[in-house]
């Protein structure tokens, strides 16, 4: 089973903080993600990764930044927490081309920023 | 932009009763597409998928889909739910011009009273 990991389940953090978000898989997919979900709104994308190093923006990337730097790894950053980044945070990671880009998601991380 | 429409936010049924929710997504040429489902406390996991071929596909615990190209619709279907089917229930469309990354509906709740 694929098997995706994200470093904390809850997390709280004040206003301003710099946040670091964690996210490993296990089965050499080459793409993660970064959403968030909040209520009413169902997923959106902040960043995904296509490759190491590589990155592209998604729905929502301000106030975030991601890093790539081993193919099993896909961070989250906030550089400087606000109230407006409290919210559950999923990773994702799926297969690449031609075999659908089905998504296996993690547990999420529950961050209140106060 | 390539949009995912989920008819309804929040339905409620009683055990037995018969299950349809409705996903439309917007034009977008070659499509594979997902139904994805939330357990309370749980996380994300797929439900059923589309890629080719019987536009009726069949997912996990008796639930069942149908692509239907001409009306961009893909219906999430289930002829008796029971209580432990509760959760919150997103469709996803893959489009083949998004390099990797899915579109995905705001989410509908199902709460099944026993």
């Known amino acids: 089973d694929v098997k995706v990991t994200q470093s904390s389940r809850y997390l709280v953090k004040r206003t301003g903080e710099k946040v670091f978000l964690e996210c490993v898989q296990d089965?050499?997919?080459?793409?993660m993600f970064w959403y968030r979900q909040d209520p009413g709104l169902g997923l959106r994308l902040i960043y995904f990764s296509y490759d190491v190093k590589m990155k592209e923006k998604g729905d929502i990337p301000e106030g975030y930044s991601v890093s790539r730097e081993k193919k099993e790894r896909f961070s989250l950053i906030l550089e400087s927490a606000s109230t407006n980044q409290t919210s559950m945070y999923l990773c994702?990671?799926?297969?690449?081309?031609?075999?659908?880009?089905?998504?296996?998601f993690g547990p999420g991380t529950r961050l209140t920023v106060t | 932009a390539q949009s995912v429409s989920q008819h309804n936010h929040h339905v409620i049924l009683s055990e037995a009763a018969s299950l349809e929710l409705g996903c439309n997504y917007s034009y977008g040429g070659t499509v594979n597409l997902f139904w994805y489902v939330q357990y309370p406390g749980q996380h994300l996991q797929l439900l059923l998928k589309?890629?080719?071929?019987?536009?009726l596909v069949k997912g996990i615990k008796g639930f069942e889909a149908e692509f239907i190209k001409s009306k961009f619709s893909f219906n999430l279907r289930k002829p008796s739910v029971q209580w432990s089917d509760t959760a919150e229930y997103f469709c996803?469309?893959?489009?083949?011009?998004?390099?990797?990354?899915?579109?995905f509906g705001d989410g509908t709740t199902l709460t099944v009273k026993p």
């Open positions: 994702a990671s799926s297969l690449g081309a031609g075999q659908g880009y089905e998504q296996y």
């Open positions: 996803a469309v893959f489009y083949n011009t998004n390099a990797g990354k899915s579109t």
């Open positions: 089965m050499d997919h080459e793409n």
């Open positions: 589309y890629f080719s071929g019987d536009p």
